[in-house]
């Protein structure tokens, strides 16, 4: 009789420590998603306080008064011209941010030096680098929405309720948003061990040559010595095929970019950022602030 209870009270306590094992494991989870949560609305906070978002409003009035000039003048081109202005600016005005702000997203908290009190207190170093992640693509999710609000108003002023123009270009501003977001991430991996300034500089050409990724493969297929085949062919790999995200002149003619190529652009970026990460957190996990 005695053997049965020790028994049972064993199996008893197993299962407690089992749950016990499994509610700290959820208190972990949660706790980490807070931490991440509370950093990336505080750098929102910050770009806004950077009068990161003061441009939306002249963006939109410049938009507007822009559609009003070239419908006078253009008659049957001013929707494509529109369309054409607002999202190209829309990106532009996006890669600005993501580079100019991202660059800076660690190197002002260790200028300030207050990355040893964010360090002091149960943050790991890969929460607070995918923290600053979120807080910067919040921001730009902001701008890129009442950009494209602004750009399907002006298509509504000129072509009226009916033009189709106004609801075909989301896909592309969706596709528009992603490659931002791996532009940030690109930020973010050099800002991990760099400057600012060095930074910003190998991020813009990592945007250009990724809108040509495409014809460095061609280009190395072309090439006679073998040396030379393996490190253009390297870059097309390593760099992002940002060439997946270009729909602004389709979108400018009524086209959108179909279902598949949607799914897999957005994949694409998803692993891709997810890389970026990993590899900015392993190099800034390691970086010795002293």
């Known amino acids: 009789m005695s053997q049965n209870i ?62 009003i000039f070239i419908g006078d003048l253009s ?8 369309v054409d202005m607002g999202l190209s600016a829309m990106l532009m005005f996006g890669v600005f941010i993501a580079i100019f702000v991202g660059v800076g997203l660690v190197y002002k908290e260790i200028e300030r030096r207050t990355v040893y009190a964010i360090f002091a207190k149960p943050v790991g170093r890969g929460e607070f680098l995918v923290g600053k992640y979120l807080g910067l693509c919040l921001t730009l999710a902001v701008n890129v ?40 991430a690109v930020a973010l991996l050099f800002s991990s061990f760099s400057s600012p300034a060095l930074s910003a500089l190998c991020t813009f050409f990592v945007f250009v040559i990724g809108h040509f990724s495409a014809d ?3 280009f190395a297929t072309s090439l006679g010595t073998h040396g030379t085949r393996l490190f253009f062919g390297g870059l097309y790999y390593l760099l992002p095929n940002l060439s997946n995200y270009g729909y602004i002149t389709a979108a400018g003619h009524g086209e959108t970019p179909t279902v598949a190529a949607f799914l897999f652009a957005s994949l694409y970026g998803v692993v891709y950022i997810c890389v970026l990460l990993a590899a900015a957190t392993l190099i800034f996990s390691r970086r010795n602030f002293k």
């Open 6 to 67: 020790s028994i049972t009270e064993e199996v008893r306590t197993s299962e407690e420590r089992a749950a016990a094992v499994v509610a700290g494991g959820h208190g972990r989870v949660f706790g980490c998603r807070k931490r991440v949560v509370a950093i990336a609305l505080n750098a929102f906070r910050e770009a806004v306080r950077d009068r990161v978002l003061y441009n939306l409003v002249l963006f939109v009035l410049v938009l507007t008064a822009g559609a």
């Open 75 to 82: 008659a049957a081109q001013e929707a494509k011209i529109i």
């Open 145 to 184: 929405l009442v950009m494209g609000v602004g750009v399907s108003l002006a298509l509504l002023y000129v072509g009226g309720f009916g033009t189709p123009l106004a609801w075909s270009i989301w896909p592309a501003i969706g596709l528009i948003y992603v490659e931002l977001m791996i532009v940030v």
């Open 216 to 218: 460095l493969k061609t």
